[in-house]
């Protein structure tokens, strides 16, 4: 899979997962889906309860889980993009309309970020849906 549509597939994740908890829920819902119906459509009713489960936890859920969702959000679109590469563009289409809903931030700029590890320490740095290890 090359790197676009791993960036795609990243994004997407981030703007459905950010989307659970907002009034934009039932556009996503309907959209994400339409997407699975369209493309995997042995799935889609799966998806949908998968969809409900994950709006239930990401209203409770800290900072970790909220990137658990979102990486597994990102694992199940790199299924269905490596399934069908015509997916692709849905699946752009659908992150650009969902994009211009109430919820999603959208940040422009430079983002500085300092981290320093001592000790055999790890540092993760998470911005948006971009990450520096």
């Given at each position: ?5 791993a ?14 908890t907002?009034?934009?829920w039932?556009?996503?819902k309907?959209?994400v889906t339409?997407l ?8 889609a009713d799966?998806?949908e309860?998968?969809l409900a ?5 990401i209203q409770a859920?800290d900072a970790?889980?909220?990137r658990?969702i ?5 694992s199940?679109l790199?299924?269905?993009l ?7 563009d849905?699946?752009?289409?659908i992150?650009?309309?969902l994009?211009?809903?109430p919820?999603v931030?959208q940040v422009?700029?430079?983002i500085s970020?300092h981290?320093e590890?001592n000790?055999?320490?790890?540092v ?8 520096q290890?």
């Amino acid at each position: 899979m090359d790197a676009e549509l791993a960036a795609l597939a990243s994004t997407a994740a981030t703007t459905i997962v950010t989307l659970l908890t907002t009034d934009a829920w039932d556009q996503v819902k309907q959209k994400v889906t339409m997407l699975w119906h369209r493309f995997m459509p042995d799935q889609a009713d799966a998806l949908e309860t998968g969809l409900a489960r994950d709006r239930l936890e990401i209203q409770a859920a800290d900072a970790t889980m909220a990137r658990a969702i979102t990486l597994d959000w990102e694992s199940r679109l790199l299924r269905l993009l490596s399934a069908d590469a015509t997916a692709a563009d849905a699946l752009r289409h659908i992150v650009a309309e969902l994009s211009q809903l109430p919820g999603v931030q959208q940040v422009h700029g430079a983002i500085s970020q300092h981290a320093e590890a001592n000790h055999n320490s790890t540092v993760i740095q998470v911005a948006g849906d971009w990450q520096q290890r």
